[in-house]
């Protein structure tokens, strides 16, 4: 059947996608509210409410919740990001309006209990250490404070373990009733449901309030930025800003993406990994928010290959920029991209997901076979053009984080 849209009296949005041909169902709850929309007050405040969500309601405690999916073979989680949060389950099709309802009242009937609130604040405190831990998360945490310094964008998701300690109760509830029991909701369904009983059950929901976001004027900051850490390598980042992204923008940037960094046999996995050895994992990639998107290159290298590795990398993008991609390239790219499409179309979760995605950039609500259309139908110097724009060197931002390193050297040994 068709993807479906609909407001609901309630101003909740629904999108559906039944799909007769499974026995699975996905249920996204997307909030519009995260990181980025929080002050120095209440940092972290979005993501501790993601968890208490799941610390009990007024009948179920959080044993109770987790066996309620556990015990249908179903599964729950959340996350937060910097401008949403998504509380998601995917259950066999027959628990659908049973996993449904507990999902409802996970979002209006949080009890947020003084000692489960204190608990879970230690186990947040743990988790943003684990996270320093993690060579890869801390490094694009400082990714974020290095292209917008200073900028709400730029903060951490979970906050600081200061933050969090700071954060009361009363701050996290109110937050928690103005964005979530009450504040705009967009709920994706993906499998096989019924989207009449779907509408029939989330229609008892409180009327949804505008949350009226201010976004900040982003300010990017280019340049050349080495950052001490105390890890064993040294990770590096290229970054480059790009504008608000149309469809067609962003389908050139998903082709141009698999050929520059997100496969195996990408130009930068080939030249900096397999046909030099500098590094184990490199990659590229592009993320979009509501106002802005940044596509950036990293890789994780020893500390005496980075001088090598950085020039590499720099030879192959000013190569991309200079010549281009060739029609094979392309090719090759388009067909990689349609059989991941292919792939994730057999899963409810990544389609439920996917059409969230799409509502929140303000794109058509395409289905997987009309996706790969769009991107079948890029010509090379439409694409050609895209690259040329986004390899911007006057704006580009390079972070080493890990040891000290000589930028100046490097421009002279690549002069």
């Known amino acids: 059947m068709a993807i479906q849209k609909e407001v609901l009296n309630n101003q909740l949005v629904l999108i559906s996608e039944p799909i007769a041909t499974v026995k699975t169902v996905a249920i996204g709850f997307w909030f519009n509210v995260g990181s980025r929309f929080e002050d120095d007050k209440n940092r972290g405040v979005s993501h501790f409410v993601e968890h208490m969500l799941f610390k009990g309601t007024s009948d179920k405690n959080a044993y109770d919740i987790a066996c309620s999916f556990d015990r249908i073979g179903g599964y729950i989680n959340a996350f937060t990001e910097r401008d949403v949060t998504c509380l998601h389950a995917t259950v066999p099709a027959k628990h659908f309006e049973y996993a449904l309802n507990i999902l409802c009242s996970m979002v209006t009937d949080s009890t947020f209990l003084s000692e489960d609130l204190e608990r879970e604040r230690k186990v947040i405190e743990s988790e943003i250490i684990t996270s320093k831990d993690d060579p890869e998360e801390a490094a694009f945490d400082e990714l974020y404070a290095v292209l917008w310094p200073d900028q709400r964008l730029s903060q951490p998701i979970a906050g600081t373990v200061e933050q969090v300690h700071a954060i009361k109760r009363e701050t996290i509830f109110e937050w928690y009733q103005r964005f979530f029991a009450n504040g705009e909701l967009v709920v994706s369904i993906s499998g096989l449901f019924e ?98 998107a940044f596509w950036c290159e990293y890789t994780s290298v020893a500390k005496k290959n980075t001088r090598i590795a950085a020039k590499e990398l720099n030879a192959e993008l000013q190569n991309l920029k200079n010549n281009g991609v060739s029609q094979d390239e392309i090719n090759a790219a388009k067909e990689h991209i349609c059989g991941e499409e292919i792939i994730s179309s057999e899963d409810v979760e990544s389609r439920m997901k996917r059409l969230a995605r799409l509502y929140f950039m303000n794109f058509d609500l395409c289905t997987f076979e009309e996706y790969c259309e769009q991107i079948n139908s890029l010509q090379a110097k439409e694409l050609n053009e895209e690259l040329s724009k986004m390899l911007d060197f006057s704006n580009q931002a390079r972070i080493i984080y890990g040891g000290r390193f000589d930028w100046k050297k490097l421009e002279k040994c690549s002069n």
């Open 195 to 292: 989207v009449n009983k779907a509408a029939e059950i989330l229609k008892k929901l409180p009327l949804r309030q505008k949350n009226n976001h201010k976004l900040e004027n982003l300010k990017w900051q280019k340049g050349n930025f080495c950052i001490k850490a105390p890890f064993l390598q040294n990770q590096l980042f290229a970054a480059f800003p790009l504008p608000k992204l149309s469809p067609v923008e962003y389908q050139k940037l998903t082709v141009l993406n698999a050929i520059i960094g997100d496969t195996m046999s990408s130009r930068l996995f080939q030249r900096l990994r397999e046909q030099n050895g500098f590094c184990y994992t490199v990659y590229s990639f592009f993320t979009v928010f509501e106002d802005t």
